[in-house]
């Protein structure tokens, strides 16, 4: 049985100002900082034997936190990477609604394919689902720890299962530093254990952005 862990970034001040991230570069503030110190012990105590991580620095430095107590080093994927929000990166959402007022509302409606230069779902789900199917192949038939972003994560776990957009939309948005947990074996397949798992913790930004 190979065990999957895939855990969204903590927070940074673009996620509690409410700006769009993207693939820009965001450091962890101290809440993410203590988020992720916090949520460490309770993955390390799940043994991990690899753990993988976003190139993105808010996503590679929440692994760190588990690597330091682990001893493994972080193996980047820039495949990992956030969605890429096109001309909405940087922005605060509502200067993308204002701005962009068809493609945030096909946004919000959960369109895949909205507009503004943004990543449709199904390239991001590809990507996301190549790359966590990689990190398992690190580890096979052991436990693997992705640390990645919210929108990859969701899309990325849809690849692994097959479900589509709708059957994703109705899925709680991972809280920052929380995770899904995957399991696989040679009978069904990929299956679904647990979904926003985590340390208890000070309101944050669910956004996928």
Same mark, same amino acid.
């Given at each position: 049985m190979t065990r999957l862990i895939i855990w969204r970034h903590g927070n940074t001040d673009w996620n509690a100002a409410g700006r769009?991230?993207? %693939?820009?570069?965001?450091?962890?503030?101290?809440?993410?900082?203590?988020?992720?110190?916090? *949520?460490?012990?309770? =993955?390390?105590? =799940?043994?991990?034997?690899?753990?993988? *991580?976003?190139?993105?620095?808010?996503?590679?430095?929440?692994?760190?936190?588990? *690597? %330091?107590l682990t001893g493994h080093p972080v193996r980047p994927d820039a495949r990992l990477r956030e969605r890429h929000f096109g001309h909405w990166q940087g922005l605060a959402l509502t200067d993308a609604a204002e701005r962009f007022p068809t493609e945030y509302a096909r946004w919000r409606a959960g369109d895949p394919d909205p507009g503004a230069g943004i990543e449709p779902l199904d390239d991001l789900g590809k990507r996301v689902g190549t790359a966590l199917l990689a990190a398992v192949e690190l580890a096979d038939g052991g436990t693997v720890v992705v640390a990645t972003h919210g929108g990859a994560a969701r899309q990325g776990v849809g690849h692994l299962l097959g479900w589509d957009h709708d059957v994703l939309r109705s899925v709680g948005a991972l809280a920052n530093c929380h995770?899904?947990? =995957?399991?696989?074996?040679?009978?069904?397949?990929? @299956? =679904?254990?647990? @979904?926003?798992?985590?340390?208890?913790?000070?309101?944050?930004?669910?956004?996928?952005?």
């Open positions: 769009v991230q993207g %693939q820009t570069d965001v450091p962890l503030n101290d809440l993410g900082r203590e988020q992720a110190r916090s *949520a460490a012990p309770l =993955l390390a105590a =799940l043994r991990p034997d690899v753990v993988v *991580a976003s190139d993105l620095c808010r996503a590679a430095d929440t692994a760190a936190a588990l *690597a %330091q995770w899904t947990e =995957l399991r696989r074996n040679d009978v069904r397949g990929w @299956h =679904l254990r647990a @979904h926003n798992v985590g340390p208890p913790a000070r309101p944050a930004s669910s956004e996928p952005v």
